[in-house]
């Protein structure tokens, strides 16, 4: 087994520093190989080879690739395919995984010649250290038909495949889980489970964290269907490729026998593990969402609770606002009452007033002197002027309260017409059926004033004018 690494500025010839040397300069030739690939990094972009084209053909044409090999390694959504040729007897196989900077970007392309049994591979887009476990896990084989089987290399890839995508998988449930534990919630599949409470499990959740995670699960949960399915199909594919390699005879009977039925095994098996991984997806996608509507079920309970505690500070708000209100208004009264008179009194006390009366004559002794009093005679004048003036600021609030109330009353009934049309609907209900005894008329008659009195209270009418209008209208249902 001889592998290569070709980094992405260099251009190596085939012949040149791609030659095979083993010990005192001697190049071993291309028919005492049975195992030859070569490894290619990804490069900066994901649609361009790395290597350059002109370099690609080169090991294309000294390896033999099938024409298709460009085409299947730029390709973005993952394909595989298999050709048999009959006259030289060699498999050709292209594979290449969906595009993805989670799952990876790795391609295949091989070519097996059924006659030597030998192997040569180019490998395009292996990340990390995917190259390395690779050639570690070949040099640990000692036997030399380990290296003889065709489906060897398309195996790996498959299982390489199935490890990223059970990786991924593995992540989101990790961050399923943390979520569960922050929001509080039960971890759903577990019969006996005692909610942990944390050090910081009494703090309020940050919410806005939890549906951006919650979002990005979503997102990322939409690649494992694709992964997974195209990662079953190629297991399929792999299957019956390896079939027909048997039904080809390109294996003899009982050489590499115990590692061919191994691999098979291996690809069954890796195909099952992707159905299961297809199905723990859509349950990743059911709790994802269930989340996302606790969390936000969990944001309205919270408004809730906001909107029941305003609404209790408005309410004693509003109270102590009445009390206020009714307070003002008693001192406004009380204002109004002796505003009048006082100002009267204080217009009277002015000196341009003489109240003075003329001074009596002297009295030839006191004891016999008349008592003048303490109360004037124009006395009479303060009251002839102080209680009119308060009459006419009585009269003068009421009239500005009446136009007030009504002009109040008409923009409730602008601003709610829907509680005006119910109103109309209440004021004229259907007559019922068999009701020409005075008797049922009489109670349809009342049940017509009570509808619509129950229109009329919502519109708050307070005093006089709301007894008048209601009067009115009652007179219209007649």
Same mark, same amino acid.
């Given at each position: 087994?001889?592998?290569?690494?070709?980094?992405?500025?260099?251009?190596?010839?085939?012949?040149?520093?791609?030659?095979?040397?083993?010990?005192? *300069?001697?190049?071993?030739?291309?028919?005492?190989?049975?195992?030859?690939?070569?490894?290619?990094?990804?490069?900066?972009?994901? =649609?361009?080879?790395?290597?350059?084209?002109?370099?690609?053909?080169?090991?294309r044409k000294a390896f033999k690739l099938h024409a298709t090999s460009e085409e299947v390694i730029l390709n973005n959504n993952g394909a595989f395919a298999r050709h048999f040729f009959k006259s030289r007897n060699t498999l050709a196989i292209v594979l290449k995984v969906p595009n993805s900077v989670n799952f990876g970007y790795d391609a295949l392309s091989m070519v097996f010649d059924g006659t030597r049994r030998s192997t040569r591979?180019?490998?395009?887009?292996?990340?990390?250290?995917?190259?390395?476990?690779?050639?570690?896990?070949?040099?640990?084989?000692?036997?030399?038909? =380990?290296?003889?089987?065709?489906?060897?290399?398309?195996?790996?890839?498959?299982?390489?495949? @199935?490890?990223?995508? %059970?990786?991924?998988?593995?992540?989101?449930?990790?961050?399923?889980? !943390?979520?569960?534990?922050?929001?509080?919630?039960?971890?759903?599949?577990?019969?006996?489970? *005692?909610?942990?409470?944390?050090?910081?499990?009494?703090?309020?959740?940050?919410?806005?964290?939890?549906?951006?995670?919650?979002?990005?699960?979503?997102?990322?949960?939409?690649?494992?269907?694709?992964?997974?399915?195209?990662?079953?199909?190629?297991?399929?594919?792999?299957?019956?490729?390896?079939?027909?390699?048997?039904?080809?005879?390109?294996?003899?009977?009982?050489?590499?026998?115990?590692?061919?039925?191994?691999?098979?095994?291996?690809?069954?098996?890796?195909?099952?593990?992707?159905?299961?991984?297809?199905?723990?997806?859509?349950?990743?996608?059911?709790?994802?969402?269930?989340?996302?509507?606790?969390?936000? !079920?969990?944001?309205?309970?919270?408004? *809730?609770?906001?909107?029941?505690?305003?609404?209790?500070?408005?309410?004693?708000?509003?109270?102590?606002?009445? @009390?206020?209100?009714?307070?003002?208004?008693?001192?406004?009264?009380?204002?109004?009452? =002796?505003?009048?008179?006082?100002?009267?009194?204080?217009?009277?006390?002015?000196?341009?007033?003489?109240?003075?009366?003329?001074?009596?004559?002297?009295?030839?002794?006191?004891?016999?002197?008349?008592?003048?009093?303490?109360?004037?005679?124009?006395?009479?004048?303060?009251?002839?002027?102080?209680?009119?003036?308060?009459?006419?600021?009585?009269?003068?609030?009421?009239?500005?309260?009446?136009?007030?109330?009504?002009?109040?009353?008409?923009?409730?009934?602008?601003?709610? #017409?829907?509680?005006?049309?119910?109103?109309?609907?209440?004021?004229?209900?259907?007559? #019922?059926?068999?009701?020409?005894?005075?008797?049922?008329?009489?109670?349809?008659?009342?049940? *017509?004033?009570?509808?619509?009195?129950?229109?009329?209270?919502?519109? =708050?009418?307070?005093?006089? !004018?709301?007894?008048?209008?209601?009067?009115? %209208?009652?007179?219209?249902?007649?």
């Amino acid at each position: 087994m001889v592998a290569r690494r070709t980094a992405c500025n260099t251009k190596p010839s085939v012949q040149g520093e791609y030659g095979i040397v083993a010990g005192k *300069n001697k190049v071993l030739s291309s028919d005492m190989l049975l195992l030859r690939f070569t490894s290619c990094d990804l490069g900066s972009h994901p =649609f361009k080879l790395s290597c350059g084209h002109r370099l690609f053909e080169q090991i294309r044409k000294a390896f033999k690739l099938h024409a298709t090999s460009e085409e299947v390694i730029l390709n973005n959504n993952g394909a595989f395919a298999r050709h048999f040729f009959k006259s030289r007897n060699t498999l050709a196989i292209v594979l290449k995984v969906p595009n993805s900077v989670n799952f990876g970007y790795d391609a295949l392309s091989m070519v097996f010649d059924g006659t030597r049994r030998s192997t040569r591979a180019f490998f395009h887009g292996q990340l990390g250290d995917e190259y390395e476990r690779l050639v570690s896990s070949f040099q640990s084989q000692k036997d030399r038909s =380990f290296f003889t089987q065709p489906m060897l290399l398309p195996t790996r890839l498959l299982l390489n495949h @199935r490890l990223n995508t %059970e990786r991924y998988r593995s992540k989101i449930d990790h961050t399923l889980h !943390s979520t569960e534990r922050e929001i509080g919630y039960a971890i759903p599949g577990l019969l006996q489970y *005692n909610p942990s409470r944390d050090a910081d499990a009494e703090s309020k959740p940050d919410f806005e964290r939890i549906v951006r995670q919650l979002h990005s699960c979503q997102t990322e949960l939409s690649q494992i269907p694709y992964q997974g399915q195209f990662g079953y199909d190629f297991g399929v594919f792999l299957g019956k490729t390896a079939l027909e390699v048997k039904d080809w005879g390109f294996l003899p009977p009982n050489d590499a026998h115990d590692y061919s039925e191994g691999l098979v095994h291996r690809i069954e098996f890796a195909t099952n593990l992707y159905s299961t991984i297809l199905m723990q997806s859509s349950i990743l996608k059911s709790r994802v969402q269930n989340h996302i509507n606790l969390t936000f !079920s969990l944001i309205a309970q919270d408004e *809730n609770k906001i909107s029941r505690s305003i609404a209790q500070e408005s309410a004693l708000i509003a109270a102590a606002s009445k @009390r206020d209100s009714a307070a003002m208004k008693t001192i406004s009264v009380l204002t109004m009452v =002796f505003l009048p008179p006082t100002f009267v009194a204080t217009f009277f006390s002015m000196t341009m007033f003489d109240w003075t009366p003329p001074s009596p004559p002297p009295s030839p002794s006191p004891s016999t002197s008349p008592n003048p009093g303490v109360t004037y005679t124009y006395l009479w004048v303060y009251w002839a002027v102080a209680l009119p003036l308060t009459a006419l600021v009585l009269i003068v609030w009421r009239v500005w309260w009446s136009i007030a109330d009504r002009r109040y009353q008409h923009e409730m009934r602008k601003e709610n #017409p829907e509680k005006k049309k119910r109103g109309k609907r209440a004021k004229s209900p259907e007559r #019922p059926a068999g009701s020409a005894d005075g008797e049922d008329e009489e109670h349809w008659a009342v049940g *017509n004033r009570t509808a619509h009195r129950e229109w009329a209270f919502p519109l =708050f009418r307070r005093g006089k !004018s709301f007894e008048r209008e209601r009067g009115e %209208e009652e007179q219209g249902d007649v």
